[in-house]
T-cell receptor, first 116, second 118 residues
């Protein structure tokens, strides 16, 4: 069975600074997707960034980028120029590419605080 | 374009009772998934419906059941409620059936229903 581990329950960063959230996962599959989701106090889960395992290039979405290390099974999220609106719970997540249904496996989350 | 909506927002039930939670998919989406998010945890996959049929299920007992209607809205039913069923229940919709590359369909989540079982 696949597992996703986030070892940092909480993190804080000064506004405009850069922060990196860590995630490791365990799988015996070779083809899968990895995600970072953001859950603000409104509770609605929002997709931040997606990485396909077959792609070597790290995904980037504006201020958000990932460091995907497939051999090490590591998938960290870097947020540059942190903004107050980035404060939220962040979940690392995994989805097999071989299933015909969208079973997403989530980590326990990291609560990110932005200090003004 | 209307996003995913869920009702009710909050619900309080007593152990042993039954509950029905509702979800309206994003416009045009025909696939709905349900997740349970206990306090301080990440969401856990319950099941998914595609075109009114359950096509995938997580590690949840049969007292968790669902329905999807012809308009692709969905219900999650939980019978014989237990204290551990207290959680945020999230619904997510997407277009089409998941599959290997390049069949990636983004899931869009609703704001959830907070269920408290006393």
């Amino acid at each position: 069975a696949q597992t996703v581990t986030q070892s940092q329950p909480e993190m804080s960063v000064q506004e405009a600074e850069t922060v990196t959230l860590s995630c490791t996962y365990d799988t015996s599959e070779s083809d899968y997707y990895l995600f970072w989701y953001k859950q603000p106090p409104s509770r609605q889960m929002i997709l931040v960034i997606r990485q396909e395992a077959y792609k070597q290039q790290n995904a980037t979405e504006n201020r958000f980028s990932v460091n995907f290390q497939k051999a090490a099974k590591s998938f960290s999220l870097k947020i540059s120029d942190s903004q107050l609106g980035d404060a939220a719970m962040y979940f690392c997540a995994y989805r097999s590419a071989g299933l015909y249904y969208d079973k997403i496996i989530f980590g326990k989350g990291t609560r990110l605080h932005i200090l003004p | 374009e209307t996003g995913v909506t869920q009702s009710p927002t909050h619900l309080i039930k007593t152990r042993g009772q039954q509950v029905t939670l509702r979800c309206s998919s994003q416009s045009g989406h025909n696939t709905v998934s349900w997740y349970q998010q206990a306090l301080g945890q990440g969401p856990q996959f319950i099941f998914q419906y595609y075109r009114e049929e359950e096509n995938g299920r997580g590690n949840f007992p049969p007292r968790f059941s669902g329905l999807q209607f012809p308009n692709y809205s969905s219900e999650l039913n939980v019978n014989a409620l237990e204290l551990d069923d207290s959680a945020l229940y999230l619904c997510a919709s997407s277009l089409g059936l998941a599959g290997p590359h390049p069949n990636y369909n983004e899931q869009f989540f609703g704001p959830g229903t907070r269920l408290t079982v006393l």
